[in-house]
């Protein structure tokens, strides 16, 4: 972690926590105040299992599932949520039926490109989008335009962290949110009120973690 001012966050059903420090961060399209950390929901099995059986509870029942596109290297997860939408283990109308697991390239200009091999996987599919967090939805919205040109449907967005509910109209269901972190915020860079106070920034932070200043 970047700061000695760490802290974990449990989740009110099957007792995980999320990692967090408190400081000045900037991401490539914010600053914030929390460094949330979820490289270990990201890479270990155990916990990678027991976020996917937090989220499949929203999309179960209802929801068409025939891809999970995976965002922030989430794919641990995404293989997890497709075992659990599959595994009949509970009424499912994506019960026993195969869900693809895919990710993204992304182009310089940050847009999401599909190739070839993988179109058919979009094309006319019911996509899940899974995120490692939405709160500015750059990337978000980035993965829905992405489906939406692909010609496929998005079939929700799933995270482990977010700070809003929907996301160009779609449900965004999320694992953590500021009910677990009251005090977080999120600034445009330009309009920080922790840069304007004249605290230096901690750390550059991204989906593959931090980096010291």
């Not at 400081?23 to 990678?48: C, M, P, W």
């Not at 509910?165 to 694992?175: E, G, I, L, N, Q």
């Not at 920080?192 to 200043?213: E, H, M, T, W």
């Amino acid at each position: 972690m970047p700061t000695q001012n760490t802290q974990k966050i449990r989740s009110k059903r099957h007792g995980l926590y999320l990692r967090v420090a408190k400081g000045h961060f900037a991401t490539s399209h914010s600053h914030i105040n929390y460094y949330i950390d979820v490289t270990k929901q990201k890479t270990r099995l155990s916990e990678a299992q027991a976020i996917a059986r937090e989220l499949v509870s929203y999309y179960h029942a209802d929801t068409i599932v025939d891809t999970v596109l995976c965002l922030d290297g989430t794919q641990v997860i995404g293989t997890c949520l497709a075992q659990e939408l599959t595994s009949g283990a509970f009424h499912s109308i994506n019960s026993q039926q195969t869900i693809s697991v895919v990710t993204p390239e992304h182009t310089a200009g940050s847009q999401l490109l599909f190739r070839d091999s993988i179109t058919p996987m979009i094309t006319d599919k019911h996509v899940l989008i899974l995120a490692a967090s939405v709160t500015t939805g750059f990337t978000a919205r980035a993965a829905v335009e992405a489906i939406r040109y692909y010609g496929g449907q998005v079939a929700g967005i799933a995270a482990i962290f977010a700070t809003t509910d929907t996301c160009m109209d779609y449900p965004v269901k999320s694992v953590f949110d500021p009910n677990d972190l009251q005090d977080y915020q999120t600034y445009g860079s330009h309009e920080c009120p922790i840069c304007q106070s004249g605290r230096r920034i901690d750390a550059l932070v991204n989906s593959f973690g931090y980096s010291k200043l």
